[in-house]
């Protein structure tokens, strides 16, 4: 229960900011296409969220993959068993790429564009031309939800 608890909200929290990270992307980056972010495709992207959690979290408990104790009074994916079995193997791999690695790289491009649009902003204003469409955007850069 402490392996798949943990899974599970370890999980929803790297994908809910991954989902942040897009919001902040969108309403920053393209506000023009910032009205596609409403209370229903928040309210969907919560759904996958929790989906794909769960999914990845109950893979060990049928089979895929598994849960062990570490001694420290707690539990975690066994990373070990992959040196044994492809299955195993299969399993940690694609936690790795789909749990890990794409988050983390969806984030980093999204924060990167952001930190690129506000230097250009900055460097906008500097000059002189910044417009009020520019400081909107600027502000909109700091809000996660919808308006």
Known sequence: VD???TLLFGLVSINTLTVISV????????PQKANCISI???????????????????APLLGWG??????????????????????Y???????????FFIPVMIMLFSYVS????????NAMSAEGF????????ERDVTRVGPE
């Open 130 to 137: 910044l417009t009020a469409r520019q400081r909107k955007m």
């Open 23 to 30: 919001t902040r992307y969108i309403k920053g980056c393209h």
């Open 40 to 58: 229903n495709t928040i309210a969907i992207s919560l759904i996958f969220i929790w989906t794909g959690a769960l999914f990845w979290s109950v």
């Open 114 to 121: 952001i930190i690129k649009t506000v230097k250009n902003t």
């Open 66 to 87: 598994s849960y062990t104790d570490r001694g420290y009074g707690t539990c975690e994916v066994d990373w070990s068993k992959a040196n044994y079995s492809t299955i």
């Open 3 to 5: 392996g798949f608890l």
């Open 89 to 99: 193997k299969s399993y940690i791999i694609s936690i790795l790429i789909f749990c």
